[in-house]
T-cell receptor
């Protein structure tokens, strides 16, 4: 139980375009989901907390206009990287909380060329 | 001072050895403690979830929490090459966001 599905697992896009990443809780409802960014050989950095039916809460230093988060249902949150640039290339991971901790998606590797 | 401290390693041990991974923390309000395993280019996988002090065992894995010392451990018995990964400790209080350790890179040598 407590499965989180993240899609796509990897994506390559051209500089200036936008990319949408989906995070779904498959067998439980998640009123709150979290989006992380991870650089090579580093721990996870929390970007924002996604709240179902309301605006996301962004961590200090994260551009909310660049990283758009939508949590329209209890099982789906999306992260859209707008006008992507090479420095946005990274590993993005979502997670959702439940009664036994937090489960993570498998991550999305974004490469902006 | 970071809220959660974890030695990043790398740690390399022979197959079959007992592995000990540790984290210390400074926030006495943390109530829930987790260990995650992360393979390269994958999301973290929840290994152990504990609440309050004590031991919890699941197969070859044992998690220990000592709240008086603000110290948590993960032991891996009969380690296997497939256990080679980065291990992250994480903790939180109430319904708050997770706080992670830096992660320890572990290699089990056949």
């Amino acid at each position: 139980g407590a499965v989180v599905s993240q899609h796509p697992s990897w994506v390559i896009c051209k500089s200036g375009t936008s990319v949408k990443i989906e995070c779904r809780s498959l067998d439980f409802q998640a009123t709150t989901m979290f989006w992380y960014r991870q650089f090579p050989k580093q721990s996870l950095m929390l970007m924002a907390t996604s709240n179902e039916g309301s605006k996301a809460t962004y961590e200090q230093g994260v551009e909310k206009d660049k990283f758009l988060i939508n949590h329209a249902s209890l099982t789906l949150s999306t992260l859209t990287v707008t006008s992507a640039h090479p420095e946005d290339s990274s590993f993005y991971i979502c997670s959702a909380g439940h009664g036994y901790g937090y489960t993570f998606g498998s991550g999305t590797r974004l490469t902006v060329v | 001072q970071k809220e959660v401290e974890q030695d990043p390693g790398p740690l390399s041990v022979p197959e079959g050895a007992i592995v000990s991974l540790n984290c210390t923390y400074s926030n006495s309000a943390f109530q829930y403690f987790m260990w995650y395993r992360q393979y390269s280019r994958k999301g973290p996988e929840l290994l152990m979830y504990t609440y309050s002090s004590g031991n919890k065992e699941d197969g070859r894995f044992t998690a220990q929490v000592d709240k008086s010392s603000k110290y948590i451990s993960l032991f891996i018995r009969d380690s296997q090459p497939s256990d080679s990964a980065t291990y992250l400790c994480a903790m939180y209080q109430g319904a708050q966001k997770l706080v992670f350790g830096q992660g320890t890179r572990l290699t089990i040598n056949p």
